[in-house]
T-cell receptor, first 113, second 114 residues
Framework: GNSVTQMEGPVTLSEEAFLTINCTYT??????LFWYVQYPGEGLQLLLK?????DKGSNKGFEATYRKETTSFHLEKGSVQVSDSAVYFC????????????FGKGTKLTVNP | DSGVTQTPKHLITATGQRVTLRCSPR?????VYWYQQSLDQGLQFLIQ???????AKGNILERFSAQQFPDLHSELNLSSLELGDSALYFC?????????????FGNGTRLTVT
């Protein structure tokens, strides 16, 4: 079945540091890939998405590129802020028919001033 | 604000009891999804409804059931509760029953079973 594996956290960085959160997936067909973010006490929010190979999703300084050859969708940001502290979830959706999102376990990011 | 409303925010109940969680989707969204979030299992998809009909089923226990009403709100019923059912239950909605439409999540209902 479909699955998503993302790097275990927690990740602690200083403000303005470079962020990478690794995500790899296993899927049949050609899934769409997503990063969702969950701020404390809130539900998940879509951060960015990519629907086909080599697409780059970007939002709020975050970006991720859909790499079919390595089945990866790593999240990056060049300079993190304290306000980026949250839990980040990588997810996939199988466009072949299944309409549910499969999530990774989440990576908690803490950014210190 | 995602536009998805979940009630109640918190629920504390005893083992063996039954509870109902309610979700009002974003205006115009026809699909409702239920997810369970726990520390050990992460986010687990439970069930999806589209315009009143069950569309997809995930790791939902037989003790759990859900429905979507004509006004598109949804309820998740959890019965014969066990300690292990303690978790955050999220509802999400999307415009169509398509997996690539963004899901909009509510803030969740935190269930504690004692």
């Amino acid at each position: 079945g479909n699955s998503v594996t993302q790097m275990e956290g927690p990740v602690t960085l200083s403000e303005e540091a470079f962020l990478t959160i690794n995500c790899t997936y296993t899927a049949t067909g050609y899934p769409s890939l997503f990063w969702y973010v969950q701020y404390p006490g809130e539900g998940l929010q879509l951060l960015l998405k990519a629907t086909k190979a080599d697409d780059k999703g970007s939002n709020k300084g975050f970006e991720a590129t859909y790499r079919k050859e390595t089945t990866s969708f790593h999240l990056e940001k060049g300079s993190v802020q304290v306000s980026d502290s949250a839990v980040y979830f990588c997810a996939l959706s199988d466009q072949g028919g299944s309409e549910k999102l499969v999530f990774g376990k989440g990576t908690k990011l803490t950014v210190n001033p | 604000d995602s536009g998805v409303t979940q009630t109640p925010k918190h629920l504390i109940t005893a083992t063996g009891q039954r509870v109902t969680l309610r979700c009002s989707p974003r205006s115009g969204d026809l699909s409702v999804y239920w997810y369970q979030q726990s520390l050990d299992q992460g986010l687990q998809f439970l069930i999806q409804y589209y315009n009143g009909e069950e569309r997809a089923k995930g790791n939902i226990l037989e003790r759990f059931s859900a429905q979507q009403f004509p006004d598109l709100h949804s309820e998740l019923n959890l019965s014969s509760l066990e300690l292990g059912d303690s978790a955050l239950y999220f509802c999400a909605s999307s415009e169509e029953g398509q997996g690539y439409s963004p899901l909009h999540f509510g803030n969740g209902t935190r269930l504690t079973v004692t």
